[in-house]
Nanobody
Framework: QLQLVESGGGLVQPGGSLRLSCAAS????????IGWFRQAPGKEREEVSC????????NYADSVQGRFTISRDNAKNTVYLQMNSLKPEDTAIYYC????????????????????WGQGTQVTVSS
């Protein structure tokens, strides 16, 4: 059974940092591009970042560029999202998702292309 489990969310003050993890079970992440997405209350789910199968290509939404860093450790079957300089507008449920891909170096931030999703982890940025 393919499963993605996010962790690392929590409450943090503005300007603080968090590192989210996305651990896969039941399959190997080697064959998948991975994306992070988020959904704030009353808003649609939006793209945050993605990483290619080999980790060589990453993409970021403009709103997080320069503050967030995505990485992966295929040996641990885990993808990470390091979030720095957090702002109140980053408050949301964060989801990781996997897209099986034949391309080693491509990732695209198109939400509808990702077939497998985790249950999400809450990130709250507030003083």
């Amino acid at each position: 059974q393919l499963q993605l489990v996010e962790s690392g969310g929590g409450l943090v003050q503005p300007g603080g940092s968090l590192r989210l993890s996305c651990a896969a079970s039941g399959f190997t992440l080697d064959y998948y591009a991975i994306g992070w997405f988020r959904q704030a209350p009353g808003k649609e789910r939006e793209e945050v970042s993605c990483i290619s199968r080999n980790g060589g290509t990453t993409n970021y939404a403009d709103s997080v560029q320069g503050r967030f860093t995505i990485s992966r450790d295929n040996a641990k079957n885990t993808v990470y999202l390091q979030m720095n300089s957090l702002k109140p507008e980053d408050t949301a449920i964060y989801y990781c998702a996997a897209k099986r891909s034949s391309l080693f170096r491509q990732c695209r931030l198109f939400l509808n292309e990702y077939a497998y999703w985790g249950q999400g982890t809450q990130v709250t940025v507030s003083s």
